[in-house]
């Protein structure tokens, strides 16, 4: 690296407010992946030998995410909004809530939040219908929907209109 060039964790002008590796950042990463994984459990819980959508879809949200900048701040404001609305209703945030509770929450989230919340089930349902141990377990085979990795034998075209026309151009 050359001299006087910014980097993540220099805490000169140019740099980030505080460092990747800083406690805090950590605490709330893992705080928010919790909180997610909650979410998504309420959204699909785990029923007649499903897993719920907080261990299997969980990954896919979060890469999403780190993927799209726009992503990751909707579902940073979007969880925000979550918490707070939870902590109206119970001190302890949305984990400790009973299911019928955390769904009258999300309710309330989706009307305040609805790009948010479209967002979420969007990229929630991607990650869960598409993970194998789902796709598997609701019995459909893994792959290209159609032809079902086989390729379907074309007709060639009829070209005997062009064929009989002849060229459209003058050979020079």
């Known amino acids: 690296m050359r001299r006087r060039e910014p980097d993540l964790d220099d805490p000169g002008g140019g740099a980030l407010h505080r460092r990747r590796n800083h406690p805090e950042t950590l605490v709330t990463l893992a705080a928010r992946r919790n909180l997610l994984a ?51 209703v119970g ?11 955390r769904e009258r929450v999300l309710r309330g989230v989706e009307q305040s939040h609805p790009v ?25 085979e893994p ?13 060639p075209p009829d070209l005997s209109r062009v064929t009989t026309r002849g060229p459209l151009y003058r050979r020079v």
Do not use: K, W
């Not at 792959?143 to 007709?155: I, Y």
């Open 38 to 88: 909650v979410v998504l459990d309420t959204l699909v819980p785990a029923s007649a030998g499903f897993p719920g959508a907080g261990a299997i879809a969980l990954d896919h949200v979060l890469a999403v995410a780190a993927g799209a900048p726009e992503i990751d701040a909707l579902l940073s404001g979007g969880l925000a909004a979550i918490e707070d609305a939870a902590r109206a």
């Open 91 to 101: 001190d302890a945030g949305l984990a400790p809530l009973d299911q019928d509770r």
């Open 116 to 140: 948010f919340f479209d967002a979420l089930v969007h990229h929630a349902y991607d990650g869960y219908y598409s993970h194998p141990a789902i796709v598997a377990r609701l019995g459909l």
């Open 143 to 155: 792959g290209p929907l159609h032809p079902r990795g086989h390729r379907v034998a074309a007709e």
